[in-house]
């Protein structure tokens, strides 16, 4: 199911994904309505195809299902007014569906962080979440895109009630869960890079204890150093 919800248009592939079964609530819905995957790719042919795609320097923007997965996992943290943090947020696509959900029209306004470690394509997706009408959220500080190791988190801008990882990582990195708040939830791909994956939903609840679940099995780029993805140090 899962690869087949490919559509001609943003529109269309949303309710393909819906009527997939893979978007099941109404907000997330609405969120992914309102980012257009077309201005978050090279190649816009392809926007709407249920695949990864390539975004250059070793990185590629997540199939379409894995942004809904992740979106609807950590749907029940991304309250109005919620703080998110978006680790190896790539292209932006999935910053921006943060936002919509944490800053709806009249409710509180909720704050996403991106961190990703190629500087380029850092610059480039402030500009894919301009094309897409977030200039005013990147400009008030709503919206705010760091070049930097996600391996580190944020902790200025932190606690988050979510943290989103879109890259596989060796192991939970610690300074990730320090920064998740009580309550709070990441939801994380780990394992080997080309090996065994799995999502970690890993909750912290309102006094501070952990808890990890693996979900389901998955194929992510690695969360690693950049020398190590790019061949430049
Ligand atoms: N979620 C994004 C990108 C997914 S690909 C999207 O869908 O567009 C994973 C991203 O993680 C890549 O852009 C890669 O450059 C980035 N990445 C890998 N290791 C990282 C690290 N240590 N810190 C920050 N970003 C990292």
């Known amino acids: 199911m899962a690869w087949h919800s490919s559509g001609s248009t943003n529109a269309e592939l949303v309710s393909n994904m819906s009527a997939n079964g893979l978007i099941r609530s109404e907000l997330v819905r609405k969120a992914m309505n309102a980012v257009d995957r077309a201005n ?4 816009k042919r392809d926007a709407y195809h249920d695949s990864p795609q390539y975004i250059g320097h070793g990185a590629t923007i997540s ?3 894995m942004h809904a997965h992740a979106a609807e996992n950590l749907f029940p943290f991304l309250h109005p007014g919620a703080n998110v943090l978006d680790v190896g947020s790539g292209s932006g696509y999935l910053s921006a569906v943060f936002y919509h959900l944490v800053s709806p029209p009249s409710s509180p306004t909720g704050k996403v962080v991106g961190i990703e470690h190629i500087p380029e394509l850092s ?3 402030k500009s894919n979440l301009r094309a897409d009408g977030l200039g005013a959220a990147l ?3 709503s919206v705010v895109m760091i070049a930097g190791d996600g391996r580190l988190g944020s902790p200025e801008h932190g606690p988050f009630n979510a943290i989103h990882v879109g890259a596989a990582a060796p192991e939970i990195p610690a300074p990730l869960v320090d920064q998740l708040a009580s309550p709070g939830r ?3 791909p780990v394992g080997p890079d080309g090996g065994e994956q799995a999502v970690f939903q890993v909750d912290k609840d309102a006094s501070g204890q952990v808890q990890k679940k693996a979900l389901f099995g998955v194929m992510y780029v690695p969360l690693t150093d950049r020398k190590e993805q790019t061949g430049v140090a």
């Open 139 to 141: 400009d008030s500080g």
């Open 186 to 188: 990441m939801f994380i």
């Open 123 to 125: 610059d480039w997706s």
């Open 40 to 43: 978050y790719v090279q190649n």
């Open 63 to 65: 199939a379409p299902h």
